[in-house]
């Protein structure tokens, strides 16, 4: 009889706890999201004339050379999958992608053979799907840009310093800049000159 009794309220526990945990917590915290952050819970899409254009979330892979590039992925370009390659800086993997990426952007002319103007154009992300670049990086890429857009350096390294982000809260992270809004920022300016 006790063990019934036990049984009995064990699976009371269980149904109620289920309903709460399972179904009341996912909800409420579900709906707050859609109230309180509707524009984080609805994944920070990024909109222009009413069309969705991105995430300011996740980079986006451009590769044309009248745009700014992101960081390179290890993941697929089209952000189905998240991930680095988990290999370290001694493995001659990463040394073959390393000097692979540093190859394709000499040929770019995004640096110059003599070096890197920034980690971020060689290394991949840790996800694999940063939308931010640093504002040395973003900046390396402003001849390039210039020549295949026609629009004058100077002109590009305003913009580039317009869309850079400061630390948060003034001490977290490193200045930043995002590749989509700059790269958005920049076809606003050849559709109006």
């Known amino acids: 009889m006790n063990l019934s009794r036990q049984s009995l309220a064990a699976l009371r526990m269980l149904a109620v706890l289920t309903v709460l945990l399972g179904v009341v917590y996912p909800a409420a915290v579900w709906g707050i999201g859609r109230v309180a952050f509707a524009d984080q ?13 991105g995430s300011s979330l996740l980079g986006q892979a451009f590769t044309g050379a009248d745009t700014f590039h992101g960081r390179p992925s290890t993941s697929d370009d089209a952000g189905g999958t998240s991930g680095g390659s988990n290999l370290a800086a001694s493995d001659p993997a990463q040394r073959r992608a390393l000097a ?6 000499e ?4 640096v110059p053979p003599s070096g890197v103007a920034a980690p971020d154009a060689l290394t991949a992300s840790a996800s694999g799907l940063d939308p931010d670049i640093s504002p040395a990086y973003a900046l390396a890429q ?20 317009r869309h850079t982000t400061g630390r948060t809260l003034g001490f977290l992270g490193e200045p930043r800049v995002d590749v989509l809004e700059l790269n958005l920022a920049l076809a606003l300016d050849r559709a109006r000159g």
Do not use: K, M, N, Y
Not at 43 to 52: E, Q
Not at 107 to 110: E, F, L, V, Y
Not at 142 to 161: H, M, N, Y
């Open 41 to 53: 819970a609805s994944g920070s899409l990024v909109r222009r004339d009413g069309t969705v254009v």
């Open 100 to 105: 692979q990426r540093r190859a394709t952007l």
């Open 107 to 110: 040929r770019a002319g995004d």
């Open 142 to 161: 402003v001849p390039r840009v210039a020549r295949a857009t026609g629009i004058g350096e100077s002109a590009l390294r305003t913009l580039v310093r």
